[in-house]
């Protein structure tokens, strides 16, 4: 069997280190944020280079109070892609601000910027770019937009720690960066967890209440804040793995790479496209053919696990019904939604395995199952 994700290999490959973390913490008894939250914000904030960092709860978390910091609410738009994972459209619905869906470009899964700017209305406070499957978005037509129309960047870069777009860390680009740390990210924890970064210290103080009950000191409150904090044991984890996420990005580029050179020409296989100023940390390999669900029926019975990301496009949820964007609304979100297929990848993948999963989509296409 060959997983689609092996958190088990990396733990054995760091257990010693995590287990000493877990026994620091429990023989220190601090669980709710605390001094291991704080060493683990500098760390991160250091390593994308923003000036704060502020844990929470989760990543739909960091998305969340990311905008309610910066004011957004009711009756204010927010431009989002139509293919993400749900928490990029839900984190904008929970505060009472409108979700504008736009299309995705044609060769990469992210954002669309000439849709974005048609989506413009006055009523337009931020734009959520989402650094999909772990490719940096050419972050600068939104910057430009921004800069003219007066609106936010709140960057998803939940797939996308140590992605790079013109030299620059994701997450260090907009007004505000969210980050998630579920256990099959990049950088993953041993549960869920997220962080917000920014450059703006004001942000950073609102963001700190808001996790935290709105709270500026013990029982005095200015805010409707929320409990979500990113608690010690976690933290602790993450300042463990943080230093090996070079190393373990470097791997899946490796492993990317790989599989790009040995897939090159096979069936109808579309490979992911690379851009010129934004790097890819491969969080998800993915590729597109127009016989992908027979494809993953003949990998699934050699036991090679795939995944697809994803397979309903957000205006096609029944969640966003409300929205009555029916099928064909966004013909590139809708064709990714049928036609992509995530191969296996993880740091610890081997050679062999990627080996294996080459030769068995190689077979699929010679043998002529395809539809
Ligand atoms: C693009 C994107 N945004 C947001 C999230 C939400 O993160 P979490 O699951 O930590 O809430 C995820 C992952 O789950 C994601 O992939």
New binding site residues.
């Given amino acids: 069997m060959i997983p689609f994700v092996d958190l088990v290999a990396q733990y054995r490959s760091i257990a010693a280190e995590v287990d000493a973390a877990f026994h620091e913490v429990t023989a220190s008894a601090e669980y709710i944020l605390g001094a291991r939250v704080q060493r683990f914000e500098q760390e991160f904030a250091q390593f994308v280079s923003a000036e704060h960092a502020v844990g929470v709860g ?6 969340r109070l990311g905008l309610l910091a910066l004011g957004v609410g009711a009756g204010d738009e927010v431009i989002v892609p139509a293919n ?2 749900i ?2 459209a839900l ?1 904008v619905s929970e505060i009472g601000a409108d979700v504008v869906l736009v299309d995705c470009e044609a060769d990469t899964p992210n954002i669309d910027p000439v849709a974005t700017e048609a989506a413009l209305t006055p009523r337009t406070r931020a734009f959520l770019p ?1 650094h ?1 499957t772990g490719l940096a978005v050419d972050l600068q037509p939104f910057l430009d937009l921004a800069a003219r129309a007066g609106i936010e960047i709140v960057e ?1 870069a ?2 996308a720690h140590g992605a790079r777009w013109n030299g620059r860390p994701c997450g260090s680009i907009g007004t505000i960066g ?1 980050f ?3 256990p099959g ?1 990049n950088l993953g924890a041993y549960g ?3 962080l917000t970064t920014t450059n703006d210290a004001d942000l950073a103080e609102r963001l700190r209440r808001l996790r935290n009950y709105g709270e500026r000191r013990k029982y005095e409150h200015t805010v409707k804040g929320v409990n979500s904090r990113l608690d010690g044991l976690q933290a602790a984890f993450l300042s463990v793995k943080l230093p090996h996420l070079h190393a373990w990005n470097t791997a899946r580029v490796r492993h990317a790479q790989m599989y790009a050179s040995e897939l090159d020409g096979v069936g109808d296989i579309v490979l992911p496209r690379i851009t010129d100023d934004g790097t890819h940390v491969y ?1 998800l390999f993915t590729i597109r053919t127009a016989n992908r669900d027979a494809l993953r029926d003949s990998l699934t019975e050699r036991g090679i696990q795939t995944g697809i990301h994803y397979p309903i496009p957000i205006h096609l949820q029944e969640a966003y019904a409300d929205l009555g964007l029916g099928v064909g609304a966004f013909p590139n979100a809708e064709a990714l939604a049928r036609e992509t297929i995530s191969l296996p990848m993880f740091p610890e993948l081997t050679a062999a395995q990627i080996d294996t999963v080459v030769g068995a989509i190689r077979e699929f296409f010679e043998s002529g199952r395809r539809r």
């Avoid at 989760?58 to 998305?63: F, I, R, V």
Wanted: hydrophobic share 40%.
């Fill in positions: 989760s990543g739909l978390d960091a998305l993400t994972y928490a990029t984190a989402v999909l998803d939940a797939q969210c998630s740390f579920y990210k869920d967890a997220g969080h």
